[in-house]
């Protein structure tokens, strides 16, 4: 289902299982209330296992289901459009986004309900994109996306800025990601990552990090210019297909312990 916080969220019929993939440790929610098995899409951790209030947070078609970990239950949640698609946390608290870049506030105290956050029809552009994440990147709430359903020579990833000093709040365009880099995975149930000066382990700022198939290796993407690989490619030989299905794709995990320190 996803991959979030270190953590690995596998499902078999109406049973799912969170593992934490360095620390060998599993914990396994209550049976998923759903009738078919091919209803679950997604999952999404907010925190650490370890952490206090830590949920996860399930698409299962028709509606959201929340799950605190440590509990005996679960609890449908949906919007009124129907579900969210990504979860991420900025600044502590919960976001989502719908498969229409719709953005949510998901609230899980003193009980559990989605807010839709208004957003200026003009700064919609974003809708546009057939791939995109939201990224939590420093003190900015991020965009990441392309047009089309491959990434290939010539074609470039976008990025805007979810401005909340506006209301409603403002998507702006972002040309350049200054110190940070961004990690992408090609499945689309891993959430992305940020990483601020990558160039202390040999990285490269204002790149998206993402897996090239035709390559079979990561490559670095630089923002705002076309897709060239990372130096040591043809532009005839980058191809980044992004996947969901029963197969795992390649993807970024960051350990737990380093999630809670972020």
């Known amino acids: 289902m996803g991959a ?28 998923l209330p759903v009738n078919k098995p091919t209803e679950i899409s997604y999952g999404a951790l907010t925190a650490p296992l370890t952490s206090r209030n830590s949920h996860l947070i399930v698409d299962a078609a028709l509606h959201n289901l929340f799950w ?37 506030k998901v609230h899980l105290t003193p009980e559990i309900s989605m807010q839709e956050l208004p957003l200026m029809e003009c700064s919609m552009i974003s809708r546009k994109l057939s791939n995109a994440w939201l990224v ?23 990025v805007f800025h979810l401005d909340l000093s506006f209301e409603p709040a403002l998507w702006m365009k972002v040309d350049k990601l200054e110190n940070w880099a961004i990690f992408i995975s090609t499945d689309k149930r891993s959430q992305p990552l940020s990483c601020k ?41 980058v191809f980044i297909y992004m996947g969901c299905d029963s197969r795992v794709q390649p993807m970024w995990v960051v350990p737990s312990i380093l999630s809670l320190r972020r």
């Not at 900015?140 to 020579?153: A, D, E, K, N, T």
């Not at 790149?207 to 630089?222: F, G, Q």
Request: a positive charge.
């Open 197 to 237: 000066n990558p160039e202390i382990w040999g990285g490269r700022s204002n790149c998206v990090y993402s897996y090239n198939h035709e390559a079979k290796r990561w490559t670095a993407l630089e923002l705002g210019k076309p897709l060239q690989g990372d130096g040591t490619e043809s532009n005839s030989n």
């Open 68 to 104: 605190r970990v440590g509990s005996n239950s679960w609890v449908k949640c949906s919007t009124r459009y129907g579900t969210i698609k990504q979860i991420v946390v900025f600044k502590g608290r919960v976001f989502g986004m719908d498969s229409d870049r719709r953005i949510f």
């Open 136 to 158: 939590p990147c420093g003190d900015m709430l991020l965009l990441v996306g392309f047009r089309g359903p491959l990434v290939v020579s010539g074609v470039t990833f976008e």
């Open 4 to 31: 979030s916080y270190g953590h690995l969220i596998l499902s078999h019929r109406k049973s799912c299982i969170v593992i934490d993939l360095f620390r060998g440790i599993s914990v396994a929610p209550p049976p």
